[in-house]
């Protein structure tokens, strides 16, 4: 995981990453309306980021604690409360991998980072596990997962220039990526091993999303639609967020769910 925290402490800016993939903010966000029902809940945001999502329900009056890898996601996560003047429960900077030091129970989790980055499935479980453990009976899961098809369909964006059709098509088959291969330690999903992983944790699945789909090649056309418009296709793609047909063509898969009693 010291390539991951590099990563997002020296390479790349996270928070910036959701304004440019306004899609895939904006449906998650739907996603929460429709299922985080309540007030004054208590939310754990693991591997958060720089807290785009903890930020967004804490405004909506719950009670968020953050936990990220990056020492620079925490500190953005900090500076944007602060600017923003909103106030999370806690800003935890740690590995996922370890969640022992938190004894007390959850209303709802986001497991929305961790799930990318962990090649070993045994460490995926181990993670999976833990959380599940910190979550109330009843309480609601949310996990997001890189699909296998979205080096194909970043590639379509802007239909880049191809050096050879491995190095796309390789994840359909095995979804690990190295540092090497660029991004950085990261594992694509395909649908049904996602839904299958959340399953087997003791969960009930609620709604399993394509979060993209058919906008996903044309997100630089959709983001720079007027505000009525992009409202319009937006709505389009929400709707058919759970049409298994179209989980190809997501760069993003969606799991939501809660804890059976």
């Known amino acids: 995981m010291s390539k991951v925290q590099e990563w997002y402490d020296n390479c790349y800016d996270e928070w910036e990453r959701l304004s440019r993939h306004r899609i895939e903010f904006d449906i998650t966000k739907k996603y929460m309306d429709d299922y985080i029902k309540g007030t004054d809940l208590k939310i754990f945001d693991i591997g958060g980021g720089p807290g785009r999502y903890s930020i967004y329900l804490a405004e909506k009056g719950h009670n968020v604690s953050l936990l990220d890898i990056s020492a620079k996601n925490i500190r953005t996560a900090m500076e944007k409360c602060s600017e923003q003047g909103v106030k999370l429960m806690e800003f935890i900077h740690a590995d996922a991998k370890d969640l022992s030091g938190y004894s007390y129970d959850f209303d709802v989790i986001l497991l929305m980072g961790p799930l990318y980055h962990i090649i070993d499935e045994n460490e995926r479980r181990n993670v999976l596990n833990q959380a599940v453990?910190?979550?109330?009976?009843?309480?609601?899961?949310?996990?997001?997962?890189?699909?296998?098809y979205a080096p194909i369909q970043d590639y379509l964006k802007g239909v880049h220039h191809i050096d050879n059709t491995y190095q796309l098509m390789k994840y359909l088959k095995?979804?690990?990526?190295?540092?090497?291969?660029?991004?950085?330690?990261?594992?694509?999903?395909?649908?049904?091993?996602?839904?299958?992983?959340?399953?087997?944790?003791?969960?009930?699945?609620?709604?399993?999303?394509?979060?993209?789909?058919?906008?996903?090649?044309?997100?630089?056309?959709?983001?720079?639609?007027?505000?009525?418009?992009?409202?319009?296709?937006?709505?389009?793609?929400?709707?058919?967020?759970?049409?298994?047909?179209?989980?190809?063509?997501?760069?993003?898969?969606?799991?939501?769910g809660h804890k059976c009693i």
Not at 133 to 148: V, W
Not at 185 to 204: N, S
């Open 133 to 148: 453990s910190h979550l109330k009976p009843g309480g609601m899961m949310f996990a997001s997962f890189i699909s296998k």
């Open 174 to 256: 095995d979804g690990a990526n190295t540092p090497e291969e660029g991004f950085t330690t990261a594992y694509f999903w395909a649908p049904d091993e996602a839904r299958k992983f959340m399953a087997a944790a003791g969960l009930k699945e609620l709604a399993f999303v394509g979060v993209e789909n058919i906008l996903c090649s044309k997100e630089n056309e959709v983001n720079v639609l007027d505000k009525e418009n992009y409202q319009k296709w937006l709505e389009i793609c929400y709707e058919l967020g759970q049409d298994s047909n179209l989980f190809g063509t997501s760069e993003h898969f969606l799991y939501v």
